[in-house]
Nanobody, 115 residues
Framework: QVQLVESGGGLVQAGGSLRLSCTASGTILRINVMGWYRQAPGKQRELVATITRNGITNYADSRKERFTISRDNAKNTVYLQMNSLKPEDTAVYYC?????????WGKGTLVTVSS
């Protein structure tokens, strides 16, 4: 089992920045890919970015210039630095961890961007 705990969400004005963190615990040695997804009200959950244990990253095209994903394997933590935030970035952001047998999800952290 893997447990994921996100933090760092909150209310920010448009143009501002936030840094999300997600720390994994449990059977962490089998985690390869970690990532962030988000779900806005009334919309489906969508990819933000992922990163492998070796640091290979993948971004949804529309967020590549403003968001940066990073990972500290020693701390079992993945980060999402979000800059130049827009009201349309408002969503619940979920951490994801992939193992050979299943994906795990955190409970999410709310990011609200005011205009």
């Amino acid at each position: 089992q893997v447990q994921l705990v996100e933090s760092g969400g909150g209310l920010v004005q448009a143009g501002g920045s936030l840094r999300l963190s997600c720390t994994a615990s449990g059977t962490i040695l089998r985690i390869n890919v970690m990532g962030w997804y988000r779900q806005a009200p009334g919309k489906q959950r969508e990819l933000v970015a992922t990163i492998t244990r070796n640091g290979i990253t993948n971004y949804a095209d529309s967020r590549k210039e403003r968001f940066t994903i990073s990972r500290d394997n020693a701390k079992n933590t993945v980060y999402l630095q979000m800059n130049s935030l827009k009201p349309e970035d408002t969503a619940v952001y979920y951490c994801n961890a992939g193992t050979p047998w299943r994906d795990y999800w955190g409970k999410g952290t709310l990011v609200t961007v005011s205009s």
